[in-house]
């Protein structure tokens, strides 16, 4: 299967740093990639989903100022979170998508964030 | 509103027995129905899925159900065995728009030797 990427795969930063985690389709070109947050033991919830070249669609709740998203190529998409805090220690994960209407969802190994 | 309803919450089974995981739907413009599987500290991965046209697809020891009248499927693991230990999260979509995965609360799986 297609394979997506993520980096870094864990981060701690101090409260109120910003931190940037990327993601990359590897072998294909995503023209969609949604960013999730996953709590511990808890299931997978849509923070936004970006296409490249366009602002990206945050779902309800999700402050867009807080969590910048960025969509610059059709192999990588950005998410940072801005001044973080403890609250924001989640596990984040993306996936991608190419075109194609039917195609399979195609998810990154996560990236661990703690803010001390 | 949580439209994937998922069932149950965890599920302890011997080696060699069968897991049998349920989820129901609310929205009938749902197209695609997949199966993931999540190691602890690892990001989800594809097993298997299904669209509402079959009623069942099976590959290797996991099969899916599929009920459209009642807005059901299920995952079966035929043969489970302790590598078989995750968490699995049935999920669904739509294939216009933007694609967006709705998914289940999540199974937590043991497999006991």
């Known amino acids: 299967g297609a394979v997506v990427s993520q980096h870094p795969s864990w981060v701690i930063c101090k409260s109120g740093t910003s931190v940037k985690i990327e993601c990359r389709s590897l072998?294909?070109?995503?023209?969609?990639m949604f960013w999730y947050r996953q709590f511990p033991k808890q299931s997978l919830m849509l923070m936004a989903t970006s296409n490249e070249g366009s602002k990206a669609t945050y779902e309800q709740g999700v402050e867009k100022d807080k969590f910048l998203i960025n969509h610059a190529s059709l192999t990588l998409s950005t998410l940072t979170v801005t001044s973080a805090h403890p609250e924001d220690s989640s596990f984040y994960i993306c996936s991608a998508l190419t075109g194609i209407s039917t195609d399979t969802q195609y998810f990154g190994p996560g990236t661990r964030l703690t803010v001390l | 509103q949580q439209q994937v309803k998922q069932s149950p919450q965890s599920l302890i089974v011997q080696k060699g027995g069968i897991s049998i995981i349920n989820c129901a739907y609310e929205n009938t413009a749902f197209d695609y129905f997949p199966w993931y599987q999540q190691f602890p500290g690892k990001g989800p991965a594809l097993l298997i899925a299904?669209?509402?046209?079959?009623s069942e697809k099976k590959e290797g020891r996991f099969t899916i159900s599929f009920n459209k009248s009642a807005k059901q499927f299920s995952l079966h693991i035929m043969d489970s065995q302790p590598g078989d230990s995750a968490t699995y999260f049935c999920?669904?979509?739509?294939?216009?728009?933007?694609?967006?995965?709705?998914f289940g609360s999540g199974t937590r799986l043991q497999v006991q030797p």
């Open positions: 999920a669904a979509r739509r294939d216009t728009g933007r694609r967006a995965l709705t």
């Open positions: 072998d294909f070109q995503a023209t969609t």
């Open positions: 299904i669209r509402p046209d079959v």
